[in-house]
């Protein structure tokens, strides 16, 4: 059993301040048993965040950041012909115009229904087929472009973006200039669009930009993918820290528990933690009980684990 955890660790002071708080002795347990394998160091500017990076290794993938396929395997695991084309993620979303900066804010706080989604997506088609693309519709914030420019154009995960400047992570290059047009286009069509002036009339946030991310082509898994609890991300990424740290704790009584009980069984087990930095993982390694004892004292403490990711 191989569990993957995002966000394990924040860089926000608020989130510090939370992470300080917390009391999660099944995986203080966990960690006296288990013993690190693994560690990918990095920085909160990378265009791939550390789970991105450690799934893509656990999958066999290759590629440099920013260079992750998650648009071709998503879009193949929902049914989407692939073949040899480069795909990339269109996520529908609201950039948000503030005093200094445009960021881009979490595309679940859109609400958006699939019957809205499908209808905004036929609108932008147009634009997108005149460029050459082909465009998929996969689920409300799930829609899919091909073309040959997406096989090498790096870009900024959604992870990275939301609730952040979105200049500081619009590329600069040919392929990347295109898109940033494409944004463009798309802002002017979306912010006179009836659906959006009906939304806002209901106290919806109007879907006014996208987001490209996950380009590349398909790349077949060499493994099975370890299993990702999301349940940290949606409040790291929305800085809901106290929600952040309740998730903690329940993936402390629940997968973090289970996982524990496979360690104490003798059986494999591998751990991977992420925050928006870097990553660790650990896995069982046999033990002396004189050594399984030793551990019980030296076991490192989960902050300090988790502060440095």
Not at 9 to 31: I, K
Not at 130 to 141: I, K
Not at 251 to 256: Q, S
């Amino acid at each position: 059993m191989h569990l993957l955890i995002p966000f394990a660790a924040p860089l926000a002071e608020a989130g510090r301040h939370a992470l300080a708080t917390l009391s999660l002795p099944r995986l203080q347990a966990l960690l006296a048993r288990l013993g690190e394998v693994e560690r990918d160091e990095g920085d909160e500017w990378c265009l791939s965040p550390p789970h991105e990076r450690a799934l893509a290794r656990a999958l066999g993938w290759q590629g440099g950041a920013g260079l992750l396929p998650w648009a071709a395997r998503q879009a193949a695991a929902t049914g989407v012909d692939v073949g040899e084309l480069a795909w990339g993620l269109l996520t529908p979303t609201h950039w948000h115009l503030g005093t200094d900066q445009v960021s881009l804010l979490d595309p679940a706080r859109l609400m958006l229904d699939e019957a809205t989604s499908r209808a905004l997506f036929d609108a932008m088609l147009p634009l997108f087929t005149g460029e050459g693309f082909v465009l998929r519709w996969g689920a409300p914030l799930r829609w899919y472009a091909a073309h040959e420019s997406l096989a090498a154009l790096a870009t900024a995960s959604l992870d990275r973006v939301i609730g952040r400047n979105v200049d500081a992570w619009l590329g600069s290059d040919p392929a990347a200039r295109r898109i940033r047009r494409l944004q463009s286009e798309v802002q002017m069509l979306l912010h006179t669009h009836p659906l959006n002036a009906e939304r806002e009339a209901r106290g919806l946030l109007p879907v006014n930009s996208f987001w490209l991310s996950g380009c590349g082509v398909l790349q077949r898994s060499a493994a099975e993918p370890p299993q990702v609890d999301e349940r940290l991300r949606a409040p790291a990424l929305n800085d809901d820290w106290a929600a952040w740290a309740r998730a903690w704790e329940t993936l402390d009584e629940g997968p973090l528990a289970e996982l524990l009980k496979r360690a104490e069984q003798g059986r494999p087990v591998r751990l991977t933690l992420c925050g928006e930095r870097s990553g660790v993982a650990f896995e069982a390694a046999p033990q002396r009980w004189t050594q399984r004892l030793r551990s019980l004292w030296s076991a490192p403490r989960v902050r300090d684990i988790l502060e440095p990711l």
